[in-house]
């Protein structure tokens, strides 16, 4: 069975750093990219990046760019996201999403992480 | 970069009705095109992909059409279980965006 399972709630204070994690099994994870997709509370679905496991190309998207890093150990089939300094409207929901080729449609989704940065 | 726009952003429709979505593409984007089902509070589901083709253990009153810029989504007899906001999404390049998703309520 396909599985992406991520790490659980996190609550952070602006400024300070956080990684979350996406375990993949049931398939053979360097087969299948992995993207992180945003979702800001009452708001929609918002694509951030895309790693290929297999040799952890990545890229992103224009408006997140800078600000997080996606990264990937095979080994351990996991996939990360990463900042180094919150700002309050990171608050939001990550779901990582698998996804046959770079650009492609997401057949499984993880059940989320839900990051709250407040003072 | 393409922008993915869809309407309406809301709708309210009886038991059995037909329901429509459209998306709508600022480029042409052949039928690289997906639309999802989030259930309030859940993860969102894949229903179709390449514009028309439904994914494994969708209900067949789901149907998707169009292709280059002008995409719907169908509910043939719209059921309870389908509150939900649909959003499509365009995966032909990067970014891979989506469009702003359609609340859809029974009336």
């Known amino acids: 069975e396909v599985q992406l399972v991520q790490s659980g709630a996190e609550v952070k204070k602006p400024g300070e750093s956080l990684r979350i994690s996406c375990n993949g099994s049931?398939?053979?994870?360097?087969?299948?990219?992995i993207s992180w997709v945003r979702q800001m509370p009452g708001k929609g679905l918002e694509w951030m990046g895309r790693?290929?496991?297999?040799?952890?190309?990545?890229n992103y998207s224009p408006s997140i760019q800078g600000h997080v890093t996606i990264s990937a150990d095979k080994s351990i089939t996991t996939a990360y996201l990463q900042w180094s300094s919150l700002k309050a409207s990171d608050t939001a929901m990550y779901y990582c999403?698998?996804?046959?080729?770079?650009?492609?449609?997401?057949?499984?989704w993880g059940r989320g992480t839900l990051v709250t940065v407040s003072s | 970069d393409i922008q993915m726009t869809q309407s309406p952003s809301s709708l309210s429709a009886s038991v059995g009705d037909s329901v429509t979505i459209t998306c709508r593409a600022t480029?042409?984007?052949?039928?690289?095109l997906a639309w999802y089902q989030q259930k309030p509070g859940k993860v969102p589901k894949l229903l179709i992909y390449?514009?028309?083709t439904l994914q494994s253990g969708v209900p067949s009153r789901f149907s998707g059409s169009g292709s280059g810029t002008d995409f719907t989504l169908t509910i043939s007899s719209l059921q309870p279980e389908d509150v939900a906001t649909y959003y499509c999404?365009?995966?032909?390049?990067?970014?891979?965006?989506f469009g702003g998703g359609t609340k859809v309520e029974i009336k």
């Open positions: 390449a514009a028309s």
């Open positions: 480029q042409g984007i052949s039928n690289f």
């Open positions: 999403v698998r996804h046959f080729e770079a650009s492609a449609y997401y057949d499984y």
């Open positions: 999404q365009k995966y032909n390049s990067a970014p891979l965006t």
């Open positions: 790693i290929d496991p297999s040799d952890s190309y990545s």
């Open positions: 049931g398939y053979s994870f360097t087969s299948y990219w």
